[in-house]
């Protein structure tokens, strides 16, 4: 399973976080996020829409790698594997939702502040890890400083990321991509505005990582 994780961090240089209010809306955002070079798509459970979401996504939008967000327990983590979702990312790491976790054939990300919560996450197997809230947590310096001692591991940072600040994250020898909201406006997304969210997909797409 942490191949697979592995495999969907290396799929473009960003994960677009996305809270969507409603499922129609689904299919063409997820073609335009594909169109424009970003395949994995996390759509987050904080709302009604995100399992229909969820389900469109991956019965009607050809390359799309769709995964849940927002995972807090081993009932979000079934729910969304029966819709098709097939990577999860959660915002910490709860010992329910690790035992669930290990049960469950869908891969998790999840989320660590500090360097002991990744060790208890090392210990029990995992290897790539969602670094979350990146930026108020202590961003690229913290991050960084975490490369020597825990080698073994590799980083989605997320929270507090954009296209200005990414480089800087994407850089860092742990880090395999990058999570954000800013690929999918909410503005972008109530008007329809594929177009302008194939765009910032695309931008997102051409950023560079040395490390992945
Ligand atoms: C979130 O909490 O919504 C995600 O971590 C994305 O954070 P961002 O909106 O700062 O990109």
Not at 58 to 71: K, L, M, N, P
Not at 91 to 111: E, F, T, W
Not at 125 to 153: E, I, M
Request: charged letters at 20%.
């Amino acid at each position: 399973k942490q191949t697979r994780v592995e495999a969907v961090m290396k799929l473009a240089p960003v994960i677009p976080v996305v809270i969507i209010d409603e499922a129609r809306h689904a299919v063409p955002m997820a073609r335009a996020l594909v169109a424009g070079g970003i395949r994995a798509i996390e759509v987050t459970l904080r709302t009604q829409a995100a399992l229909d979401a969820i389900r469109a996504i991956a019965a009607e939008v050809e390359g799309a790698v769709v995964g849940v967000g927002t995972v807090l327990s081993g009932h979000d983590l079934a729910a969304a594997e029966r819709a098709g979702a097939r990577f999860a990312v959660s915002p910490g790491a709860a010992p329910g939702l690790l035992d669930a976790a290990d049960d469950s054939a869908l891969p998790l990300l999840p989320g660590v502040a500090t360097a002991s919560e990744a060790m208890i996450l090392l210990e029990r197997g995992y290897r790539h890890l969602k670094f979350f809230p990146a930026v108020p947590a202590g961003g690229v310096k913290l991050l960084g400083a975490w490369a020597s001692p825990l080698p073994q591991l590799r980083f989605c940072p997320t929270g507090g990321i954009g296209l200005a600040n990414a480089p800087d994250f994407l850089a860092l020898p742990n880090v395999l991509c990058v999570g954000g909201s800013w690929l999918v406006p909410p503005e972008r997304l109530a008007a329809g505005d594929w177009a302008g969210i194939e765009q910032l997909a695309r931008e997102a797409s051409m950023l560079r990582r040395p490390h992945a």
